[in-house]
């Protein structure tokens, strides 16, 4: 990895890191919002026991007055709503909050050593107290955490840590430490005790007015007991709603301002880890986790495919690796230490929004506020780029056996084939050739196809070239497609503004500011822009073809033929793809609540006669067209056959088969996947073949 031009400059103590004058007055909002969040549920209490004594006043009085089995039904019911409904307002205080991870192995001292020696000079230097327990997971990421209630706000608690293993594959020991010292800084300091407690507040809040489910059971268990309590429990339940508006209203006040001081909380464990490890390895080491993130996911979903082939991966995070490096390949980045060199403005240079806001809702800052705070307290150290596995004994035991932990959940007819990172980077590599087009188009058609649907070959054929190949396949016109996303994206982004599902006053677009009221401006601009770059797109789509075509000499008609080709395929793949959609308009009412017999009815009737009939059609085109044969997806190909030789009812006496619906819709899937490969593969011979001519 480069050296950052300040990295002469040394680390500080964790004493002269002090908390933010912004923290402070964020946690200042905090405790005023839970203050009278208290306030008002302690006068809930109050009249919840009110509620209580009066219906139990009331309920034996009635026994008393008239001890029948229906006023006794009665008057216990009575009694029963009370004591629900301080229930329902006392419970959190007793409910734990559970942090739990399946896949989370225990590790001690005894087997890793060196890592113990490690994380203790970390709580060393950031003040902090050695972790409860120590969990390796295989999940990218490091955290702290506990198991959270009532009581863990006010006696102190011992926290855990977890070390994702993924994570320690994607960084080297410097940004390996900062990760950890930014976990510790977290509770490293009195002043930040607030935070933990904060944290804990918002917890229990939040199981109070959204996780019901035990609530909600234990009123339906006292209601079926007889229809008069069935009543009272209704009328408990719309108490207990009630109680919940009241609460929610305070709780989206509190919830705003946490989220500001979580904020300002990952700054001070920014400036910890930058104290302890470096400002620019904590840098370093977030922008190369948010690339190997996307590199283990794409990992876990290749093990995904394999399973398919009764194959398992011996070592996921080989794989990881193996990704992490082709990316880095495609992209002409260094590696250092079998590690790709990332750096911030390669991660930034993903991110190319015109809007820009403050989300008051996000509980972290982006990676660009979070460098722009660390670079402020100039605290740079010389990066060990030695990969973070020096820390570990025998890691690639560990490696195997937490990549096991990864299938714990997985049931497989026959006992799978171990496949290690050698097969799978050939099988990946395979794959992934298969989707990349000539380097020499510089991406100008990556992501995309040219747009057909409204071409007369003849015409554009009769035309000369204007351009030439260089200026056509240029870095800018590469980029348009891009950028149309990104522009399409942005206005997502305004929409929300605009109807206040984003709850800001002003926004930024191209650093002019505007509010709220001008977003339909703003989103009139991104349209025209659109507009605009997909109109040339289109008309360089048609100068590379009239090129390519001019070129190709005695070749013409072979490339204009195998254009016309292409057109055809599109004209046959928007067909099924418009009769796909209309299945699933038809079928997805099906899924909604409270559907009656006479509606499903007339729904299963409208695709027995009508959407049934047309994908079967275009199916058997699928197979007959080889769209999907059993040479290239043998399990679809006798799936579908199948299904085109069956008469499903999908409804049987009032029941659904669920399984029937849940094929049909996996089928529209599949066979619309095998539609795009079957394209994709069509233009990548076109591209390829208009180069040789």
């Not at 203050?35 to 026991?49: D, E, N, R, T």
């Not at 390949?329 to 260094?334: A, F, G, I, R, V």
């Not at 403005?345 to 015109?354: C, E, G, K, N, P």
């Not at 029941?655 to 529209?668: D, K, M, P, R, Y």
Request: overall charge negative; aromatic content about 12%; charged content about 25%.
């Amino acid at each position: 990895m480069n050296t950052p031009s300040s990295a002469n400059q040394s680390t500080a103590p964790i004493q002269q890191v002090e908390v933010s004058g912004a923290f402070k007055q964020q946690a200042g909002k905090v405790v005023f919002s839970i203050v009278m969040f208290f306030i008002v549920y302690l006068l809930l209490v109050a009249a919840s026991i009110a509620l209580a004594v009066g219906c139990f006043y009331a309920g034996i009085a009635i026994i008393i007055a008239l001890p029948k089995l229906i006023t006794i039904i009665l008057g216990l019911g009575l009694i029963a709503v009370g004591g629900s409904v301080i229930f329902f307002l006392i419970k959190f205080i007793f409910a734990v909050s559970k942090n739990e991870n399946p896949g989370r192995v225990e590790i001690k001292e005894a087997e890793q050593p060196r890592l113990f020696a490690l994380i203790r000079e970390l709580t060393q230097q950031t003040n902090t107290l050695f972790p409860k327990k120590i969990f390796l997971s295989p999940d990218v990421n490091a955290c702290v955490f506990y198991n959270s209630g009532f009581w863990s706000m006010f006696l102190p608690v011992r926290k855990n840590l977890e070390i994702g293993l993924g994570l320690v594959n994607s960084v080297n020991m410097s940004e390996f430490k900062a990760v950890l010292a930014h976990e510790f800084g977290h509770f490293s300091q009195k002043s930040m005790k607030l935070g933990s407690f904060t944290y804990n507040v918002n917890r229990v809040i939040y199981n109070m007015l959204y996780e019901n489910n035990s609530y909600t059971s234990f009123l339906s268990s006292w209601g079926n007991i007889h229809g008069l309590l069935a009543i009272l429990a209704m009328a408990t339940s719309k108490i207990a709603q009630g109680i919940q508006w009241i609460l929610r209203k305070m709780y989206a006040v509190i919830n705003k301002n946490y989220m500001g001081l979580s904020r300002e909380m990952e700054f001070h464990a920014d400036a910890i880890a930058a104290s302890v490890a470096g400002g620019n390895n904590i840098i370093s080491g977030l922008s190369r986790i948010e690339i190997a993130q996307n590199c283990y996911n794409s990992a876990i979903n290749k093990a995904g495919e394999m399973l398919k082939q009764h194959k398992k991966s011996k070592n996921i995070f080989n794989n990881q690796l193996t990704i992490f490096q082709t990316m880095a390949k495609e992209h002409k980045l260094d590696i250092t230490k079998e590690l790709p060199d990332i750096t911030y403005q390669f991660v930034a240079s993903f991110s190319t929004s015109r809007v820009n806001f403050k989300n008051q809702w996000a509980s972290h800052p982006t990676l660009e506020e979070r460098k722009a705070s660390v670079d402020k307290l100039h605290m740079n150290s010389e990066p060990d780029i030695t990969r973070a596995w020096s820390a570990f004994d025998k890691p690639e035991q560990l490696q195997e056996m937490l990549t096991d932990k990864i299938y714990t959940n997985v049931t497989m007819e026959k006992e799978p084939v171990l496949y290690d990172h050698i097969e799978f980077e050939e099988l990946y590599n395979k794959d992934r050739d298969q989707y990349i087009l000539p380097e020499v188009y510089k991406g100008f058609y990556d992501g995309r196809y040219i747009d057909v649907k409204d071409w007369n070959l003849d015409e554009i054929s009769a035309t000369a070239p204007v351009k030439t190949f260089n200026e056509i396949f240029t870095d800018e016109n590469s980029g348009l497609f891009k950028s149309v996303k990104q522009n399409e994206s942005d206005i997502d982004i305004v929409k929300a503004i605009a109807n206040k599902q984003i709850d800001t006053e002003t926004f930024d677009f191209d650093g002019e500011k505007y509010n709220a009221a001008d977003a339909e401006t703003v989103i009139k601009k991104l349209e025209d822009d659109i507009a605009n770059q997909k109109k040339t797109l289109s008309d360089l789509d048609k100068e590379a073809f009239c090129l390519f075509y001019h070129k190709a000499g005695t070749q013409r008609e072979q490339l204009k033929q195998m254009y016309e080709q292409f057109i055809l395929l599109t004209e046959h793949q928007t067909a099924y793809l418009d009769i796909a959609n209309k299945a699933f308009e038809t079928i997805n009412p099906l899924y909604q609540d409270g559907n009656s017999i006479d509606f499903v009815n007339t729904v299963i009737d409208g695709l027995k006669h009508d959407a049934e009939p047309k994908l079967k059609r275009v199916f058997r085109e699928a197979i007959d067209s080889n769209i999907v044969s059993a040479e290239k997806n043998r399990e679809l190909f006798e799936k579908l056959d199948g299904f085109l030789n069956k008469n499903y009812p999908y409804f049987i006496n009032g029941e659904f088969v669920n399984n029937e619906l849940s094929e049909l819709a996996e089928l529209i899937q599949a066979v619309a996947g095998e539609w795009d490969n079957y394209k994709f593969k069509q233009f990548k011979n076109i591209s390829e073949a208009q180069l040789t001519w």
